[in-house]
């Protein structure tokens, strides 16, 4: 049984890191600008974003704005070192060390599910036991720059692996999107969301702009690693992401993988400011309809494979939640 996870923000702002984009842009925005061209990206980005993705189609639509590669350029990189500088002083400020619930919630995360969705998961993963492996794979792509999810499992430096409970093996974490300390990709997910003409045909734009050419261009294995643990998977998991626009080449491979042969259970978890108790079920059965309709706008699921016993929805669970300790 192979389980991938698709981990965004949402899992460090599980852990109560300052990482959603208005966090970051008071930081930014303090920060000395190069240039007129980063003063007006500054300016014009801030109207329009809600989150990452958000941030990312506006610079987009900027470079509308810009009228040389170079310019882009400086525009580009300045936002991208910025970001990367602030993410690094926001995680210094918390010691993460191996967790046993957040491996375990890895391993088994229909215990955050309602009671039927357990049941089918349990029905599934039963049913797939029958393949005569004994342990499963967990692999997990990150859309994050932070290492936290490899605190949090315990791994050194060196690495790849950690057993729990002797079911599961969990396997590389795969920064699809790169790393602090390294390379990290800000950008959009093809020309369509370049709002100049001119930099939609330019190698040297679509080089670092367009992230699945930008993967590709940094000559790192990721991508093909990406695509590997989505098509050999039994169930993917989505928790922590907004299911934006501009990542939506890694969710048409998704879509791509249901739609072949021996369907994988999705899950996906949703967290919301907008908490329903428990004693009012008949809400939460509502809300989860809205957010199944949600995930299956954004990710552009036909209707033929919109199966609620396929589909699973958690909403405002805490899967992935501990208590911090500051250092």
């Known amino acids: 049984m192979n389980i991938l996870y698709i981990i965004g923000n949402g899992f460090d702002l599980a852990q109560d890191l300052k990482t959603k984009y208005e966090d970051f842009y008071p930081y930014y925005l303090k920060c000395e600008s190069p240039n007129e061209a980063v003063k007006l990206m500054k300016k014009d980005i801030d109207e329009k974003v809600g989150d990452w993705s958000d941030m990312e189609l506006a610079m987009g639509a900027f470079t509308k704005k ?11 990189f300045d936002l991208s070192d910025r970001l990367s500088e602030y993410l690094k002083m926001e995680s210094a400020k918390y010691n993460f060390s191996r967790n046993t619930k957040i491996i375990n919630d890895f391993c088994e995360p229909y215990h955050y599910l309602e009671s039927l969705d357990e049941r089918i998961y349990l029905d599934y993963i039963s049913y797939g036991a029958k393949d005569g ?42 920064h699809i999107h790169g790393f602090l300390d390294d390379t990290i990709l800000l950008g959009v997910n093809d020309e369509q969301q370049i709002a100049n003409d001119l930099f939609k045909t330019e ?61 994988p259970l999705l899950v996906y978890f949703q967290h919301s400011k907008e908490v329903i108790p428990n004693t009012r079920r008949q809400l939460l059965g509502r809300k989860m309809v809205a957010v199944r309709k949600f995930l299956y706008d954004r990710m552009r699921i036909p209707e033929k494979l919109q199966s609620e016993a396929r589909i699973l929805i958690g909403y405002n669970k805490d899967i992935f939640k501990i208590k911090r300790t500051n250092k």
């Open 66 to 76: 810009v009228n040389s590669v170079e310019t882009l350029n400086e525009l580009y």
């Open 133 to 174: 492996r004994e342990i499963g794979t967990i692999n997990i792509v990150t859309l994050n720059y932070t290492n936290t999810i490899e605190q949090f499992l315990g791994f050194p430096s060196n690495d790849t692996y950690v057993y729990s409970s002797g079911k599961y093996r969990i396997g590389n974490v795969c």
């Open 203 to 263: 190698p040297a734009v679509r080089d670092y702009l367009i992230k699945k050419e930008a993967i590709a261009s940094m000559r790192t294995y990721n991508e093909l690693l990406c695509e590997n643990y989505i098509n050999t998977s039994d169930i993917i998991v989505l928790f922590g992401v907004s299911l934006g626009a501009t990542d939506m080449y890694l969710w048409d491979k998704i879509v791509k993988r249901m739609n072949g042969l021996n369907m």
